[in-house]
């Protein structure tokens, strides 16, 4: 990629940038609630490329109803996160992730210039294209999705990546590629957003580590956790360089449950949030979480909850 055209696709989103009108959900007079910010892209886009380039910009404390990735590009800047009390320095090479409606503002002041990337994605576009990155860490997952359930949280990422020079030039490809949209730009950024989340999960997967002093046991759980969707008691085996019979019987023995109910449990746990949690149609849902068809995910559901995924959802909006 030639310095010029990242030059000057940066200067375009930048003075862009300055030309969104960002807009809010009106609130009651004397609400105690923030200002949501709304999706500030074209409806039909899915994933937007904002950049910041200046020395002062102060946000308005609010919410949004998407999720975002702000990655210092150069300089470092503050954010308000989650409290308007509550201030971090997002140093360069460091991101900040955060969900649809926790509380953020960027309130930043420096003597030298700054330049900020965001990546916004649509909440539904988010778990169709990244569900399978994110569900592998019960946490990550549960991050991302908390919101979608407790409207109001408060909650945020701020990942310092040890591999910065990858996630630098995927969002260089992403502002090229915004920058002079084609027909298929949509496409093209989903490819690459996926592989930055990859690389966001890989990151808090480090900063997160599983402890290593972990029974057996508990790490064979975590790693059907990683693969639900797919994984078998051969696999499993061959990973820790056990046999089948001694990975059942451990299980059954330490957790109490067998290795097909471990799975389902995963499974199930995911179906649930989704179901809670998204506008998903069940189809997707089920594909998501490793169905071949719809008729398996719909037995298994019922078998595992004593409601069908339509009941759930209704039984959980009461």
Not at 168 to 182: D, F, K, N, T, W
Request: net charge negative.
């Amino acid at each position: 990629m030639g310095n010029e055209c990242l030059f000057s696709s940066i200067e375009k989103l930048a003075k862009d940038f300055d030309a969104i009108r960002w807009q809010y959900l009106a609130l009651p007079p004397g609400s105690r609630r923030e200002k949501t910010q709304l999706w500030p892209g074209d409806p039909s886009e899915e994933i937007m490329i904002c950049v910041y380039k200046g020395r002062r910009l102060h946000e308005l404390f609010h919410r949004q109803d998407f999720f975002f990735f702000n990655f210092a590009y150069e300089g470092d800047y503050g954010a308000l996160s989650s409290r308007f009390d509550n201030r971090i320095t997002v140093q360069s090479g460091e991101c900040y992730i955060g969900q649809p409606y926790a509380g953020y503002a960027i309130d930043a002041q420096n003597e030298e210039e700054i330049v900020i990337v965001g990546v916004l994605i649509q909440t539904q576009a988010f778990f169709k294209t990244f569900f399978h990155v994110l569900s592998a860490n019960s946490k990550l997952f549960h991050f991302f999705l908390n919101p979608q359930i407790n409207e109001y949280s408060d909650e945020y990422i701020h990942l310092k990546f040890d591999d910065a020079f990858s996630v630098r030039r995927l969002l260089e490809l992403m502002i090229v590629e915004y920058a002079s949209p084609q027909k298929n730009t949509q496409d093209v950024l989903k490819s690459l957003a996926l592989a930055l989340m990859m690389q966001v999960a890989r990151q808090y997967t480090r900063s997160n580590p599983t402890a290593e002093t972990a029974a057996p046991a508990e790490r064979i759980v975590a790693y059907i956790g990683e693969h639900f969707d797919s994984v078998t008691l051969g696999e499993v085996a061959a990973h820790f360089s056990y046999h089948p019979n001694y990975v059942s019987t451990l299980l059954s023995k330490e957790i109490g449950k067998s290795f097909s109910a471990l799975v389902l449990e995963q499974r199930m746990e995911r179906a649930a949030a989704l179901l809670r949690g998204t506008k998903l149609p069940i189809s997707e849902i089920s594909a998501l979480l490793g169905y071949s068809n719809n008729s398996n995910f719909f037995k298994a559901f019922r078998g595992y909850y004593h409601l069908s995924p339509r009941e759930f959802c209704v039984d959980k909006t009461e």
